[in-house]
């Protein structure tokens, strides 16, 4: 073998050994970062399923609120049409006529999803969803609740519904409302101003929990989606 074919056979190999090692670190470097970014997908995901269980909580409860909203719209229609109630329920329905409900959401886990980069979720379906729900469905929901018009029942009629009811009202030794004096004494006007606020309240609850409906579909369909991502 000539002195050249030696040069060039150490070369070859000299050569080859930097390119394994250069190719081995660039795979090894990918390696790392993909195992990285597998770990903050995980954690991140994590967090926001906690937070949508936590969600999922709060919507209940709004749920239930206007809910219990909507039988004091039936309570007060009956006082109003002179049928039987249970007067022992009466503080109760009055306080849950006109409760007005904020929106909470934990959106830290999304938060920190979009400082991270929103492609770090791999599943683009899941991550379209999840967008949709924090960016659309959640601010729609509380721009409902805290700053729509119509669904801002304390503001809109307690006062109104309040000053036609509240002469009405018996009060105890303490100050405490205990019944109220039936037939109300208030004309065809006065009453059929009563039956239409009741009868905008409860068509508003019943929108809002549509609303409510919706949003919970989307938070149990997204949870589902994330456990299974993360098993």
Known sequence: MTKSNQNFKKYAIEFLSIFIAVVSAFAL???????????AETKILTEILNGLE????????NEAGHNQGLAACKYWRDIITDQPVNVDSLRQYYLNLTRDFVSIQNTSGYETLKSKGLELIKNDSLRSMIISLYEYDYKTLMKLEEEYNELQFQENYFYEINKLIAPHFIFNSMGNISGIEQPLKINKSERNILLSYLWKIQLN???ILLSYSEVEGKINKISTAIKKELD
């Open 205 to 207: 609850r019943r929108f």
């Open 29 to 39: 470097n990918n390696w790392n970062d993909n195992r990285r970014d597998n770990n």
């Open 54 to 61: 936590k969600d999922l909580v709060d919507v209940k409860v």
